[in-house]
């Protein structure tokens, strides 16, 4: 739904703000902003949202909270989807407004149920630790579920974990199918890049749970997570290419492994890197 009545200004106002959007991509932020601030005038709700997206980073004019605010929430209220959670922030973590964990919690539902999947997955997070309101495990199973439908790599990653640790399911057939359902989840979530999923199928191929077990399956999923930033598989990764498990034995590739644990603060990764430069 539009602010707007008026075929005509509506149509002129889709133009500019295709404009601006263009402009913006090539970062010509001055030029966007203006185009996104006239439609944004004349009432229309995605321009009002990239106004206020302008606004939150001071590209193309001065940066101020209290307007990007503003901006946000009347583009909210003109259904822009992505606005109800920039808007939702701004009440959860008071910015340009005072914090309002209701508001924060209406306005994140309002961008969930509308298939917004950012929103979805802060209210699982919300729910499980009671952040926004008390704590409800249902309502938390729910949003990560609809989440993961979505391919939400941590709601992935989350709903996994439930169906691992789902002991209450009887009969043969329901459990091989739950173990299919969780093998597949962590294989998603670990292929668009969550490390916990990506450590759990090292793990699962390391002790031959769920699959069969494969040291070479299990070095590649460490090094995904590894080459994402993890410590802990940092330093196994390292472990694998100084004791050949997985991997060729190399010991300039062990060093440089421990080496960079090292950098993230690991007492092991120091420990066997200077072992190595001995």
């Not at 200004?9 to 996104?36: C, H, M, P, Q, W």
């Not at 938390?140 to 709903?159: C, D, H, L, Q």
Request: charged share 30%.
């Amino acid at each position: 739904k539009s602010f707007i009545n008026n075929p005509a200004i509506l149509a002129y106002s889709f133009k500019i703000t295709t404009e601006g959007r263009n402009l913006y991509r090539e970062k010509e932020y001055a030029r966007a902003f203006d185009k996104f601030h006239e439609a944004a005038a004349l009432g229309y709700p995605d321009a009002m949202f990239y106004t206020g997206v302008c606004y939150t980073n001071g590209e193309g004019v001065e940066q101020s909270s209290e307007k990007a605010f503003r901006m946000f929430r009347a583009a909210a209220n003109g259904k822009n989807i992505p606005a109800m959670h920039n808007l939702a922030n701004c009440y959860m973590q008071g910015i340009g407004t005072l914090k309002n964990d209701a508001q924060a919690l209406r306005w994140y539902t309002a961008a969930a149920d509308s298939g917004f999947v950012r929103s979805m997955s802060v209210l699982a997070k919300s729910y499980e630790d009671g952040i926004l309101s008390e704590k409800s495990p249902e309502k938390a199973i729910e949003w990560y579920k609809r989440a993961a439908e979505k391919e939400e790599p941590y709601a992935m990653y989350k709903v996994a974990r439930m169906h691992e640790h789902n002991d209450s399911v009887e009969g043969k057939k329901k459990k091989e199918l739950r173990e299919s359902e969780t093998i597949k989840l962590y294989t998603r979530a670990a292929e668009l890049r969550n490390v916990q999923a990506q450590m759990k199928l090292a793990e699962f191929y390391g002790n031959g749970r769920y699959v069969k077990k494969d040291k070479k399956k299990r070095f590649e999923w460490l090094q995904h997570a590894a080459g994402n930033g993890l410590m802990e598989a940092q330093e196994l990764v390292a472990e694998c290419y100084e004791k050949g498990r997985g991997a060729e034995h190399n010991d300039k590739k062990a060093y440089q492994w421990y080496k960079r644990a090292a950098a993230q603060g690991s007492e092991y990764g120091k420990i066997k890197a200077k072992e190595f430069e001995l």
